[in-house]
């Protein structure tokens, strides 16, 4: 990683070639089986099953800005050019809310439409209060995921203005579809990988009955081909997607596509074979994996019968 993210430094994830292509396992290391396997079943399709039609050859991304300081954030900003849409990680352990402020204040004196990711981060009061300082100099698209729970959730959307996403609370959940049934949500954050593929992330966005943004898990190059591919495949496509943080990586397995006029193209993706050798991980490592798709894979089995 550029800088880190997700409190993370180096992203693992495991790659699969089949007869359709490349899929991505990349559930991070510390999901447990029944959570990581999901993952697995979007790997499992992205190598055996071809993607769905496309609508659009191409879509929009957000900028993505970490938890940096504001003196930062120009120079995360101009590795997304043409963006007009900037999602910035608020919320992050160890700092403030002023330090939020002062990040997303910078953003919008760079880019027309803002939105923010807490991650859950907050207590509903907490975002309550941040949502006010937030838009104190400007609008907010969205926020996204600022609480934790469904209800915290649908009681924070009767206190505040702005829009709220959600995220964690779809991908996250035993019901994908309890979010909008309890009035928490305007906006659902959807990911492939997490959802267990292409297919079932549209299945979920045909039934949630509110707007689509599609995201990344921080995947690499083959995963942003999927989410584009889920983007592509959608209806309707109200808002700029989450899918450039690619940009984060300093090295990928493929080249790593910059946006033009805030646009990324939809096509397939292969690895680059000599990426693939430079990036290799560690025996030891390889095993782990291998380990982890014989813990999760009997967990998929009935759904590949």
């Known amino acids: ?13 495991a790659l699969v070639e089949g007869p359709a292509g490349w899929g991505e396992f990349g559930a991070f290391v510390e999901y447990e089986p029944h959570e990581a396997a999901h993952w697995l079943g979007a790997a499992i399709e992205g190598a055996y099953r071809a993607p769905p039609p496309v609508r659009r050859d191409r879509i929009p991304i957000n900028a993505t800005v970490p938890a940096v300081s504001a003196e930062q954030v ?15 990680k608020v919320a992050e352990p160890g700092q403030s809310l002023a330090d939020d402020v002062d990040r997303v204040n910078a953003v919008r004196e760079r880019v027309p439409t803002v939105r923010v990711d807490a991650n859950g981060g907050w207590s509903v009061a907490e975002a309550a209060r941040a949502a006010e300082a937030l838009t104190a100099d400007g609008a907010l698209e969205y926020l996204e ?3 934790a729970t469904v209800a915290e959730l649908a009681e924070l959307r009767r206190l505040v203005d702005v829009p709220i996403a959600a995220d964690e609370s779809i991908r996250k959940a ?12 305007d906006i659902a954050v959807l990911k492939v990988a997490p959802l267990g593929g292409i297919s079932k992330m549209l299945a979920v966005a045909e039934q949630i009955g509110i707007p689509v943004v599609v995201s990344s898990a921080l995947d690499s190059a083959v995963g942003i081909g999927r989410g584009l591919a889920a983007a592509a495949a959608l209806p309707e496509l109200r808002h700029a997607c989450g899918l450039g943080t690619g940009r984060l990586f300093v090295d990928d397995v493929a080249a790593s596509a910059v946006p033009v006029d805030g646009y990324l193209p939809v096509a397939p993706v292969r690895p680059d074979p000599q990426r693939l050798d430079a990036l290799r991980a560690p025996s030891t490592r390889r095993q782990w994996w291998i380990d982890r798709v014989k813990a999760c894979y009997p967990l998929l089995v009935p759904s590949f019968e």
């Open 1 to 13: 990683m550029r800088v880190r993210f997700r409190g993370i430094t180096t992203r693992e994830v």
């Open 74 to 88: 120009p120079e995360v900003l101009a590795r997304f050019p043409g963006a007009g849409t900037a999602k910035v």
């Open 145 to 147: 995921q600022p609480c």
């Open 174 to 185: 035993d019901d994908p579809l309890a979010v909008t049934r309890a009035g928490a949500a």
